[in-house]
């Protein structure tokens, strides 16, 4: 369960602003364990929500490797590259594009209708025993509009590791949380970390999920330092 799940080995990525070329990851090394949250924290505009991209393979002239289980994906097509991401990481973006519209149950299972899966009796399962472990109650058949944003905020966990992920980003997942909801939210994604052994990556400049993280680290101006400053 705790194999390596990803691993950053000197990672830059540059953008031209018109004759200069700006370094937005500076040569970042390092890994993330599955069955674990490591929280990345640093001052807005230090490149967390760039070095997330990167790991998602949506960036394109990545300098380095991105190992995900054997496979460099930074060595990939494009088209190579979104089979991947498809296939072992999941996102959770601050704006959750959940579909309002659609019930619980469903925005849950847009990841295996997005693959063609046959949804089994085994997922639907899977969906009521992780309501259960977020406390949500088994509300399959609502709609998303009539939940609460914390409400909204857990279905989007489970939306994300439905289909066991090796990787799990989140970016700011608790920017329209209260303290409670944030709390829950946190506690909910440590007990489902360890049940689908995940390696589960959180950007966020909030002190109160940094708090949580088993593993933590900072980002100033595009290089990663871990929790003793120490440049990694
Ligand atoms: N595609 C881009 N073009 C130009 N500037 C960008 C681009 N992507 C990010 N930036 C800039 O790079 C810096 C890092 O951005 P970002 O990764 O979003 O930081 P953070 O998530 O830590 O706030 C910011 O100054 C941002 O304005
Ligand atoms: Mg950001």
């Keep these: 369960m705790n194999s390596k799940k ?3 080995k000197n990672v830059s990525y540059s953008i031209t602003e018109g004759e200069r ?3 937005l990851l500076k040569n970042v090394t390092t890994d993330f364990e599955g069955g674990k949250i490591t929280v990345i924290s640093g ?3 230090s490149g967390k929500t760039t070095l997330l991209y990167a790991m998602a393979g949506l960036l394109d002239r990545v300098e380095g490797e991105i190992h995900i289980g054997n496979t460099d994906i930074n060595k990939l097509s494009a088209k190579e590259k979104a ?24 925005n849950i299972l847009v990841p295996l209708y997005l693959k063609n899966r046959t ?9 009521a025993h992780y309501l259960d472990l977020m ?3 088994q509300i399959q058949e609502k709609k998303i509009s009539n939940l609460s944003g914390g409400e909204q905020q857990r279905v989007a966990i489970i939306r994300a590791l439905i289909d066991d992920p090796e990787v799990v980003l989140c970016d700011e997942p608790t920017a329209s949380l209260d303290s409670e909801n944030t709390h829950q939210f946190m506690e909910t994604l440590v007990k489902i970390s360890r049940e689908s052994g995940a390696a589960i ?4 400049h909030d002190a109160r999920v940094f708090a949580y993280g088993e593993e933590k680290v900072t980002m100033v101006d595009g290089e990663l330092f871990d929790d003793e400053n120490n440049v990694i």
């Design 6 to 8: 990803i691993s950053m």
């Design 21 to 23: 070329n700006r370094k």
């Design 43 to 45: 001052p807005s505009g």
């Design 83 to 106: 089979a991947i991401r498809l296939e072992n990481i999941s996102i959770i973006f601050q704006n959750l594009n959940l579909f309002s519209f659609m019930n619980v149950e469903d």
């Design 119 to 127: 949804v089994t009796e085994e997922t639907r399962k899977k969906i």
């Design 135 to 137: 406390c949500l109650g």
């Design 201 to 204: 990556i959180i950007v966020t």
